[in-house]
């Protein structure tokens, strides 16, 4: 350093001691280093410890050394150019420049120059000060990585809420049913065009609004309150609750309400769906079907009456002499009207069941002989078949005994019609804790597995049934609206070319 | 026992030849009625010993007729065999007092049964 015993003295104005001032530049955590640009190369004449500590070498490998020796083969960076123009004009400048310890690791250096200048104006002296930022430069870096596959992150997230949101939309406004999206409170969030269109109201009139003041309070029913209330805490959707209703604009209609809590991905958890289906011309058009379906079968039954009172007359009425062939055709007619009369009073009675008019009469009556009785019945109607009847109840049994001998007539005919004339049939009756059961097993054709589950559906006849046997498939339908009523169930099982059996259970009072 | 007479009252043409048919047949003394309007009347002036009333009929209907019939001293004491073809037409025939009940189509042997059980009691 120079001859002076100060440095700046415009600054410090105080004369200090040397030896002082090395003291505290040593004792500095900030890296320094001293330059003399007088000297050829401006090599470094002055480094304190925390530089040696900062580049990993030690004092004799740096003394002498010009400073870019810390950038190793690093040599293209623009932060070299902004400090040689600094220093060029006298200027001193900061820069973050990438520097490498002994070992070759890389450090980010925030360098300050600054240039000492003599009385004439001269740079005598370069003072630079290192701090290594690497770790806070890291930290930067990743924070801005992070920043970025956030903002891609969010992008990403937007566009696929912005798709779900459209694809949803599309759904919600080209469903024919009208949906509403409530917040807990019960208040409209959004309604789509067919609500809109259905009540037809406008979306003011209904967003922001409480579900029990739209209209004209036509929602506010107690018994839909309370279950709507139990949709948030306990999930239990409101399933096809009717409301039938005089609505403002649109008159009397009986409407389907569906209600769920909404749940994205366990967000919205709060939210309910309300899904409103007006099924006024559906209910309308079933109606005036079993209307049809019932006053076409009674309808029917008045000339069928007439008929089968002239073909009683005339088997009785039949001279002794008619031939063998005129009386087969007397008794074949007889059979088949008969059927024709069986088949108009199951439609009749689907229509009853379709429309719930369907009357159990409550009467008690002893079981084992309404068994007996409903098999000796189709013992005289098919003498050629053998039916066994095993186990009894030995009680009396609350019920409606017709019904229930429909079902067990429906059963052994069905046996009788599905298997081969000299195989056996077996009704078993029995008593099960609290309930009868009644089994009729035959060794016919069987049913396979996929046609079983349906064949108790209305209008349901097994494939290859169709073919040879005619009927309209309403028989076991019935024989399970009968027994369902009395609060039992019927099922089957069967084996393909085995056969099968027919159970019932019914519970005594 | 025989050539009793019965009154039926149908509006149904069909049944109402079909049952004078077997009725006589089976040796009774027939009268048909097909408007119910004019049912009581008829059944004041032939005072009949036994009446099969249809249920559902134009007009008036069968019950209507049985319960006006009970409620006429002269004639209250006819025993009514009721028929319908519709289901709960065993109720309604119970509900107004018919003596007994068959569904349509009737089996005749059972109809000649119950008419002979009613003109025996």
């Known amino acids: 350093m120079g001859k002076e015993n100060h440095i700046n003295t415009k600054k410090i104005n105080v004369p200090l001691d040397l030896g002082v001032l090395y003291k505290v530049l040593d004792a500095s955590v900030t890296g320094i280093v001293i330059t003399d640009n007088l000297l050829p190369d401006n090599p470094i004449i002055y480094c304190n410890p925390a530089f040696e500590k900062i580049s990993g070498y030690i004092r004799s490998e740096i003394i002498g050394h010009n400073c870019r020796f810390l950038q190793g083969k690093d040599r293209q960076q623009s932060e070299r150019k902004i400090i040689s123009t600094a220093l060029g004009k006298g200027e001193s400048c900061t820069v973050e420049i990438r520097n490498y310890t002994k070992k070759g690791k890389l450090f980010y250096n925030e360098l300050y120059i600054s240039p000492v200048k003599d009385e004439s104006g001269q740079i005598t002296h370069f003072i630079g000060i290192q701090n290594d930022v690497s770790s806070r430069r890291k930290s930067q870096q990743e924070l801005e990585l992070v920043q970025q596959e956030t903002e891609r992150k969010v992008e990403e997230r937007t566009r696929m809420y912005r798709e779900s949101q459209e694809y949803l939309s599309s759904i919600v406004e080209t469903i024919r049913e009208s949906l509403l999206v409530m917040d807990k409170d019960y208040k409209v969030l959004t309604a789509n065009n067919h609500f809109l269109n259905t009540f037809k109201v406008s979306i003011n009139e209904t967003k922001g609004k409480l579900l029990y003041d739209l209209g004209n309070g036509q929602w506010n029913i107690p018994e839909l309150k309370k279950l709507m209330e139990e949709i948030l805490p306990t999930n239990n959707p409101v ?26 991905e366990g967000r919205y958890k709060d939210w309910i769906l309300l899904a409103i289906e007006d099924i006024t011309d559906q209910r309308a058009l079933q109606q005036r079907k079993d209307d049809f379906l019932s006053i076409a079968s009674h309808e029917l039954k008045t000339p069928l009456t007439t008929i089968v009172g002239y073909m009683q007359l005339m088997e009785r009425m039949m001279p002794e002499n008619a031939s063998n062939k005129f009386k087969g055709i007397v008794e074949k007619t007889g059979k088949y009207v008969q059927r024709l009369n069986q088949l108009l009073s199951e439609l009749l009675d689907v229509s009853r069941i379709q429309t719930g008019n369907i009357t159990l009469h409550q009467e008690e009556f002893d079981f084992d002989k309404m068994v007996a009785d409903a098999i000796e019945s189709i013992r005289a109607a098919t003498p050629s078949r053998k039916i066994s009847l095993t186990g009894k109840i030995g009680r009396n049994f609350t019920g409606d005994e017709s019904h229930l001998i429909q ?13 081969a004339d000299n195989t056996p049939i077996e009704v078993q009756v029995s008593s099960i804790s609290d309930f009868i059961k009644v089994s009729v097993t035959d060794r016919g054709m069987g049913i396979s597995e996929d046609e079983l589950s349906n064949i108790f559906d209305r209008f349901y006849r097994v494939g290859e049934v169709q073919k040879h046997y005619p009927g309209m498939g309403i028989g076991l339908y019935l024989c399970q609206q009968i027994i369902t009523n009395h609060g039992g169930t019927i099922w089957a099982e069967s084996q393909k070319n085995v056969g099968s059996t027919f159970n019932f259970t019914l519970p005594m009072h | 026992m025989k050539y009793k007479k019965i009154l039926v009252c149908d509006d149904d043409q069909g049944i109402l030849e079909m049952l004078e048919l077997l009725l006589e ?14 049912a009581l009347k008829t059944i004041e002036r032939e005072s009949p010993d036994l009446i099969l009333l249809d249920i559902w009929m134009p007009m008036i209907s069968g019950d209507q007729i049985l319960r006006a019939l009970r409620d006429n001293h002269k004639i209250s004491s006819i025993p009514v065999l009721m028929y ?38």
């Open chain 1, 239 to 264: 399933l096809d609750f009717e409301v039938k209703h005089d609505f403002p604009h649109i008159g009397k209609k009986l409407m389907l309400l569906n209600a769920h809590r909404i749940e994205l």
């Open chain 2, 25 to 38: 047949e089976d040796g009774y003394q027939v009268v048909l009625e097909p408007n119910s309007v004019n």
């Open chain 2, 84 to 121: 319908s073809a519709s289901t709960d037409g065993k109720n309604i025939a119970e509900s107004c007092g018919a003596d007994s009940y068959i569904s349509k189509p009737f089996d005749l042997t059972v109809l000649l049964e119950k008419i002979e059980e009613l003109l025996k009691a």
């Open chain 1, 407 to 419: 079902v067990i007539s429906n059963l052994l005919s069905n046996a009788i019609k599905y298997s």
